[in-house]
């Protein structure tokens, strides 16, 4: 029997003529845009009705990993503690070793049995569900770089233990590109135990978001579930999101997260309290209490919340509607900001995002990345979320740009990304926030930012250091840092909490903490003066070229300055 296939094919080749092909779809489909298409029901009634499954492969489990027996490390979800102090110094020298590289405990992963029991602590409501619908069967996407050989397989034995596996098409492993030997033949023999497992293997390193393309493209269920390579799935995660998917196609759907200890590996299973939320000023994906107007519009325990953004690595989503939306911006590297991307995307273009209360998947929380990027992080990592900016935030990406002051690096090629958007006639950001996720916190506005540029001497205002400080005028180094500031709409020039303060006294200017009581307002007229609000002196510049003084307003062009950019009116 062949089993854990090897597709051979220049995978990013295929995978981006798919792209193509989707974007190019000019004829989308109408009913998916109205979000009331249904799936095709498949699978057979009587072999959902069935919670304890019989195995369709025809496989003994047991045979190829038996169990644990129930008091071995780390059954039933329990954590395990190894003290290093007991541990010879050869021994310790390795755990340390794992814990650096997979920046979890490897080495107590590896006590424990792979086919772990959890217990189910759902609510009782979720449990006292009957799944008596046909439900549409699911390719289950996994990318992996370098992953843990015992997290790995407990992720896949999760599933195999505790889904009906008549509704599970295929589980397809996705190796980006992994350098560990482990994860080759041993790997593709373990798999080929296990009919169900399909290995493909990128030929380079693509990240996991390129990675999932490559799931994708090799994807037959009908439904995609995506899951991190470090999951373990509680009893019952899988139905209650195929069915909200095989009640409306549009739905994406994501179980509650509960975590795995990166120390101990104990398993946490709290309800569902949060959903996902996003920070303009950072672009970053958040958890976020669960909004009132949310509770309050729920019916019954059992019923999904609505989310305004999901955390990315594992939901569901009906392939169809998938690659109607536009699969994922193969344009982003290695890790992030696909999660926001696809969140603005599904909620803008007609979709929904739901966490179901009743499925729960756990997942290990490390402190860091434990792998090589390539390149440095930040910079990866800035780059994707301009593209989502670039795309999806309207006006409102400017937010983003600031913390950055818009040094925005080369974040690539948009286009094909904002033609999508406009072929799907997604609504404006501004929509999102008011009907998807109205307690944004919205950055105060910023009218103008940059230098600030003096028209007579062509010198820069600079702060001259940390507050409190002494701002002059100096050559304009190009660099940020001092010479950033920020017009706000209430007229301070400000960076953070500090503000460029007036002395009316002293006819002279500071650099200090924002305060009650300071002259800290200014006008910035159409002529480009800075009055002190309230006065009718103006921002100068004297002796030697430098010296910041205040004048009474004149039409000195040592009076005038100039903004690298207007932002709003
Ligand atoms: O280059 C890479 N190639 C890969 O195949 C980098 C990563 N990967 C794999 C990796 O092995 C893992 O299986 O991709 C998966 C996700 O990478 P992680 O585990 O390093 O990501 P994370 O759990 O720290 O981060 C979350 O945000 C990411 C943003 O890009 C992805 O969306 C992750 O899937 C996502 N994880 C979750 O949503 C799990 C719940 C965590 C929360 C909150
Ligand atoms: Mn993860």
Sequence with gaps: EKAAQMIEA????????QIKDVINNVNGDSELNQGNKKLPKKSNE??????????????????????ASPDAPGEMGKSYVVHTRDLPPVEKEKYDKMF??????????????VRRRLPDKRIQSCKDVVFDKPLPRTSI???????????????????????????????????????LGELKKP??????????????????????????????????GEVLTFLDSHCECVFGWLEPMLTRIAENQTRAVAPVINSIGHHAFG??????????????????????????RETQRRTSPTEPYRSPTMAGGIFSISKEYFAHLGLYDAGMEIWGGENLEMSFRIWTCGGSIELHPC??????????????????????????????????????????????????GNFGDVSERKALRQRLQCKPFSWYIENVYPEMTIPEPVLYSGEVRNVAYDQCLDSMGQAPAFPKAQPCHGLGGNEYFRYFKNGEVRMKDVCLVAREEERVVVWNVCAERQLRFWDYTD???????????????????????????????????????????
């Design 10 to 17: 220049d995978p990013m080749k295929l995978i981006l003529q």
């Design 46 to 67: 009587s072999e959902n009705k069935k919670q304890e499954f019989v195995n369709p492969l025809g496989l003994d489990f047991d045979a190829i990993e038996p169990r």
């Design 100 to 113: 650096e590289q997979h920046q979890f405990n490897k080495y107590v992963s590896d006590k424990i049995s």
């Design 141 to 179: 996407i996994i990318c992996f770089h370098n992953e843990a050989w015992s997290v790995l397989l407990r992720t896949i034995w999760s599933i195999l233990d505790r889904s009906p596996l008549n509704l599970i098409k295929e589980i397809i492993l996705v190796d980006d590109f992994s350098s």
């Design 187 to 220: 790997l593709e023999d373990y798999m080929a135990q296990l009919k169900i497992v399909k290995i493909v293997r990128t030929k380079k390193r693509e990240g996991l978001i390129r990675a999932r393309l490559l799931g994708y493209s090799v994807a037959t």
């Design 267 to 292: 398993v946490d299973q709290h309800e569902a309290r949060d959903v996902g939320i996003v920070h303009l000023d950072t672009l970053s994906f958040h958890w976020g209490l669960i909004p009132k």
């Design 359 to 408: 499925s729960h998947v756990a997942h290990v929380f490390r402190f860091k990345s434990p792998y090589n990027w390539g390149r440095d992080p930040q910079l990866i990592l800035k780059k994707n979320t301009i593209r989502v900016g670039e795309v999806w935030l309207d006006e409102y990406r400017f937010h983003y740009y600031e913390n950055h002051q818009y040094r925005l």
């Design 527 to 569: 002529d480009n003066h800075f009055v002190v609000r309230g006065t009718n002196l103006c921002l100068d510049v004297t002796e030697g070229k430098q010296k910041l003084k205040l004048n009474p307003c004149s039409s000195s062009s040592t009076q005038k300055w100039t903004w690298t950019r207007k932002l709003a009116d």
